[in-house]
């Protein structure tokens, strides 16, 4: 395996070195050591407790780390933190929309907050609905937007001060696949405009999509960092054949080992890595057992993902 | 960040940010501000006019005036306190842990100790609005003897101060609306009768009277009912060092408390 390349750190919007970080004596990051590329979308995936949040919250500056050291849009954080903020757009992982106000009302107080003058903001209120989808929608409630929207809108009050940076923590958690692909494609506008992107998401096709770099986080660190296609090839074996039915779990502890170099059971699928041979004599195998049903594809983050931090759940 | 309170040793953190925060508040408050003000006034001109005239009419003169007169400069004081701590409690509660309002400020480039103080000065100039719209009210009534009244408005802020400060205490300390209940029956309900609002202090035992002369309230009211009946109040500076020293401490004990809620 050959190890993967670590990006230089000159320029870079945010660097993390040997963050740590307990609460009541549990280790919540464990040590922590990653940096940003300038114009990449870099994903931080990992199970409920992983420490994503925590990590995030640190690097904003909304808390203090017990050790390491963090550089924010070239300021030291928690010390400038608040400095390092004005170059920072955040969408949190909750909505927090000013229930009080209107969309463009919600733009207008937020820009004041990065001491921004009404004159500077107005005129951007509506470039900046327009973006997010919500044009016309100026005068429009929060109440009465669509779960979509108030994400959109979100995203949009981010912006407001021009952000170098963009962190957001699992900015499609909760919406339909129409709203989903809609933030994902202004992501990607974002990214040919030059941002950074740093998102948390627990959807892997979220973050193949969007990511040229992911960090894997479970019990407080990183286990992997690298681009999805590498991970893929460094972790995990090239083909996956799926099989299901009542009598997986049975078959997959008898035979499936003839097979299949790695077989793993859950629930009632088992699910077989084939490394570089063919598939074929496993394909032809299950072609005569018509009470399992198959699925053959390729290799993908998920497997990973799975592979790395196991398949028990995490509540 | 290695000592043991960090969060009580380190000073606040201010910038003009919180100026932000404040205006955030007043532009809400600004969409309903007519009912918002009419609402202020109902429940004080309630008690005012049922006490003063009902009660009024059996009582002799009270302190040497008449009774709702005496009740009025007392009600100033109490309406200012109840603006400031229903603002601090419920509605800085709701911006804090319902709406999440605080969170998504603390995410642009504004502390949590200006998002307190915005609180604070907000709270505190909600209830001076409070109180100087009874202020014009009871002059409009002839309540009022002196335009040495004017004075009364910084005590007014002041007093605001101190009780939006104590309310902030408590809702950092909250975990839902409940617990205000508690506050207001063993806290705002007794200083009412203990520091001078409805009668004069001298009327109840004395171990009471000397509980009820430690209350902020009680220095407001000292402050307040002179200077409406266009006397120069007795002891000012200690009156205004105890609104300004319970302000102070009880806003340092709010953000420590706010800071160890949030930032963990």
């Known amino acids: 395996m050959k190890p993967v390349?670590?990006?230089?750190?000159?320029?870079?919007?945010?660097?993390?070195?040997?963050?740590r970080k307990?609460?009541?004596?549990?280790?919540?990051?464990?040590?922590?050591?990653?940096?940003?590329?300038?114009?990449?979308?870099?994903?931080?995936?990992?199970?409920?407790?992983?420490?994503?949040?925590?990590?995030?919250?640190?690097?904003?500056g909304l808390t203090a780390p017990d050790a390491g050291s963090i550089t924010l849009a070239g300021e030291p954080v928690p010390e400038r933190a608040r400095e390092a903020r004005t170059r920072i757009g955040v969408v949190p992982q909750f909505d927090n929309l000013d229930p009080d106000f209107t969309a463009a009302e919600n733009l207008l107080v937020y820009g004041r907050y990065f001491g921004?003058?009404?004159?500077?903001?107005?005129?951007?209120?509506?470039?900046l609905l327009d973006f997010a989808g919500l044009g016309g929608k100026e005068d429009a409630s929060i109440r009465s937007l669509s779960g979509g929207m108030k994400r959109r809108l979100t995203l949009a009050r981010a912006l407001v001060n021009d952000p170098e940076l963009l962190i957001l923590d699992e900015p499609t958690t909760g919406l339909d696949p129409q709203a989903r692909h809609l933030i994902w494609e202004r992501l990607k506008r974002l990214l040919?405009?030059?941002?950074?992107?740093?998102?948390?998401?627990?959807?892997?096709?979220?973050?193949?999509?969007?990511?040229?770099?992911?960090?894997?986080?479970?019990?407080?660190?990183?286990?992997?960092?690298?681009?999805?296609?590498?991970?893929?090839?460094?972790?995990?074996?090239?083909?996956?054949?799926?099989?299901?039915?009542?009598?997986a779990p049975g078959w997959a502890e008898r035979e499936a080992h003839a097979w299949a170099g790695r077989v793993e059971v859950s629930g009632e699928t088992a699910f077989c890595y084939i490394e570089d041979r063919d598939a074929a004599p496993?394909?032809?195998?299950?072609?005569?057992?018509?009470?399992?049903?198959?699925?053959?594809?390729?290799?993908?983050?998920?497997?990973?993902?799975?592979?790395?931090?196991?398949?028990?759940?995490?509540? | 960040m290695q000592l043991a309170l960090p969060h009580l040793v380190q000073l606040p953190q201010l910038s003009f940010r919180a100026f932000a925060v404040w205006r955030r508040n007043f532009l809400v408050w600004k969409k309903l501000a007519i009912p918002s003000l009419l609402g202020n006034l109902a429940d004080p001109m309630i008690y005012l006019f049922g006490l003063g005239y009902g009660?009024?009419?059996?009582?002799?003169?009270?302190?040497?005036?008449?009774?709702?007169?005496?009740?009025?400069?007392?009600?100033?004081?109490?309406?200012?306190?109840?603006?400031?701590?229903?603002?601090?409690l419920y509605s800085a509660f709701s911006r804090m842990h319902v709406q999440k309002t605080w969170e998504s400020i603390m995410n642009a480039p504004?502390?949590?100790?200006?998002?307190?103080?915005?609180?604070?000065?907000?709270?505190?100039?909600?209830?001076?609005?409070?109180?100087?719209?009874?202020?014009?009210?009871?002059?409009?009534?002839?309540?009022?003897?002196?335009?040495?009244?004017?004075?009364?408005?910084?005590?007014?802020?002041?007093?605001?101060l101190c009780f939006a400060a104590l309310g902030l205490i408590v809702t950092a300390l909250a975990p839902s609306y409940d617990f205000f209940m508690y506050y207001f029956t063993l806290f705002i309900t007794p200083m009412v009768l203990l520091c001078g609002v409805f009668f004069p202090p001298d009327q109840l035992p004395p171990l009471?009277?000397?509980?009820?002369?430690?209350?902020?309230?009680?220095?407001?009211?000292?402050?307040?009912?002179?200077?409406?009946?266009?006397?120069?109040p007795q002891n000012i500076l200690l009156h205004l060092a105890a609104l300004l020293g319970v302000a102070l401490v009880a806003f340092w004990i709010a953000l420590s408390l706010t800071r160890r809620r949030l930032l963990k």
């Open chain 2, 55 to 88: 009660l009024g009419g059996l009582l002799p003169q009270v302190a040497g005036v008449s009774y709702i007169a005496f009740l009025a400069s007392g009600t100033v004081c109490a309406s200012t306190m109840n603006a400031a701590s229903f603002e601090a």
């Open chain 1, 192 to 247: 040919a405009l030059g941002k950074t992107i740093l998102l948390t998401t627990h959807f892997m096709d979220e973050a193949e999509r969007l990511c040229q770099r992911i960090a894997i986080m479970d019990a407080g660190r990183l286990i992997a960092v690298g681009p999805p296609r590498e991970l893929i090839r460094e972790h995990i074996e090239p083909q996956v054949v799926e099989v299901y039915g009542e009598d």
């Open chain 2, 110 to 160: 504004v502390s949590l100790d200006d998002v307190v103080t915005g609180e604070l000065l907000w709270a505190a100039a909600k209830a001076t609005l409070s109180g100087t719209a009874i202020l014009v009210v009871i002059s409009a009534l002839g309540f009022v003897a002196s335009p040495m009244a004017l004075w009364a408005l910084p005590v007014i802020f002041l007093t605001g």
């Open chain 1, 5 to 19: 390349v670590t990006p230089p750190v000159d320029n870079s919007p945010l660097i993390v070195s040997g963050l």
């Open chain 1, 282 to 315: 496993l394909l032809a195998h299950l072609a005569e057992r018509p009470a399992l049903r198959t699925l053959h594809r390729p290799a993908n983050l998920e497997d990973v993902f799975l592979k790395l931090t196991g398949r028990e759940l995490r509540d």
């Open chain 1, 116 to 127: 921004m003058s009404d004159a500077e903001i107005k005129p951007k209120i509506a470039a």
């Open chain 1, 22 to 60: 307990s609460y009541g004596g549990r280790e919540v990051v464990a040590g922590v050591d990653y940096h940003l590329v300038r114009g990449e979308c870099f994903g931080l995936l990992g199970p409920n407790g992983a420490g994503k949040t925590t990590t995030l919250r640190c690097c904003l």
């Open chain 2, 208 to 232: 009471v009277q000397i509980v009820g002369a430690w209350l902020p309230l009680t220095h407001a009211v000292a402050l307040v009912r002179p200077l409406l009946f266009g006397e120069l």
